[in-house]
């Protein structure tokens, strides 16, 4: 088992920046995957960011590209997602998620995550216009 806790949410005016971060614990070493998705009021979860546990391929949503960046501290078995520009647009439940698939990020990023096998209980980023 793996268990993931995801920190660093807040209020945050547009335009500002947030740091996300995503503490994994357990079996880390049967990671291959990690991502982060996330969930506005009435809409599907997606996928924003993903990376190899590795760190050798990241993938990014077009909405957030040159913007957020995903990043893992191997030292800490955490991974980070800075957002930097940010907009009331990016409101949601931000969750990170961890697979020990190899499967390619048009496969796991897609379906809400549903290829993903552990989650983080979420943290809320509100940003204000």
């Known amino acids: 088992q793996v268990q993931l806790v995801e920190s660093g949410g807040g209020l945050v005016q547009a335009g500002g920046s947030l740091r996300l971060s995503c503490a994994a614990s357990?079996?880390?070493?049967?990671?291959?995957?990690v991502g982060w998705f996330r969930q506005a009021p009435g809409k599907e979860r997606e996928c924003v960011a993903a990376?190899?546990?590795?760190?050798?391929?990241?993938y990014y949503a077009d909405s957030v590209k040159g913007r957020f960046t995903i990043s893992r501290d191997n030292a800490k078995n955490t991974v980070y997602l800075q957002m930097n520009s940010l907009k009331p647009e990016d409101t949601a439940v931000y969750y990170c998620?961890?697979?020990?698939?190899?499967?390619?990020?048009?496969?796991?990023?897609?379906?809400?995550?549903?290829?993903?096998?552990?989650w983080g209980q979420g943290t809320q980023v509100t940003v204000s216009s």
């Open positions: 357990g079996r880390t070493f049967s990671i291959s995957t």
């Open positions: 998620a961890a697979t020990d698939s190899y499967k390619a990020f048009t496969i796991l990023t897609a379906a809400g995550g549903a290829s993903f096998d552990y």
């Open positions: 990376m190899r546990w590795s760190g050798s391929i990241a």
